[in-house]
């Protein structure tokens, strides 16, 4: 199996622990092949894949890597870790992140499976 685990920073520490961490270790129990990616950095050969996963993904090229994965035939995994598809006056960059709703509605609409650590 080929895994792309794509995240905005894929060397922060929250990709650490929500994706590198337990994909490396399925990865390395299974056999399978995992790459690590940026969203910046994606190339259409990278979508190649049998399972792509987008961590907290919340723009048009997000979006549209997902497209081009899941016509690729990769089923799609969006990890977002809290479930916030509402948010709150007090969190910081509030405008930039409520700009980025439709981007984040619509990418949790096209993954195949979502994974979060808080209940709904």
Known sequence: MRILATAGDIDSLIAEIRLRTPL?????EQGWNV???????????????????????????VLRLEERALQAGAAVVYEIDDLLTEIAPHISQHDAVRASLPWLRASLALADLATVSTPR
Not at 24 to 28: F, K, N, P, T
Not at 35 to 61: N, P, T, Y
């Open 24 to 28: 490396a270790a399925l990865a390395r």
């Open 35 to 61: 790459a690590w990616r940026s969203f910046h950095e994606c190339r259409a050969a990278d979508l190649e894949a049998d399972v792509f996963v987008v961590q907290r993904g919340a723009s048009r090229r």
